[in-house]
């Protein structure tokens, strides 16, 4: 069982920045791939970025390459997502979640657990 609490969403303009955080409970975290999604209003949820068990291998989709950087702390069971040159369309409800396995995935299938999301919106 892994429990996740998201936190660190709020308001931001164009431009700026916001770091996410996720808390991870239960001893398996280490061993299991983290990922990042986000829906907005009308949309599908889709991934943002993930990050295999050890922190040795990220992807992250086209559309957030090379502004977003996703990190974890095996040590204290938590991974962030570090978000910069934020934009209007990054506005959405940013969940992280828990892999089964420990191989990075945007597969949203392969995940198991998944936390209640916080709201990140970016104003123009």
Known sequence: QVQ???SGGGLVQAGGSLRLSCAASGRSFSSRAMGWFRQAPGKEREAVGTINYYGGT???ADSVKGRFTISRDNA???VSLQMNSL???DTA???CAAAAGFQATI???EYDYWGQGTQVTVSS
């Open 4 to 6: 996740l609490i998201e």
């Open 93 to 95: 409800v940013y969940y």
């Open 76 to 78: 204290k069971n938590t």
């Open 87 to 89: 934009k209007p369309e």
């Open 58 to 60: 990220t992807i992250y």
């Open 107 to 109: 597969v949203a299938n």
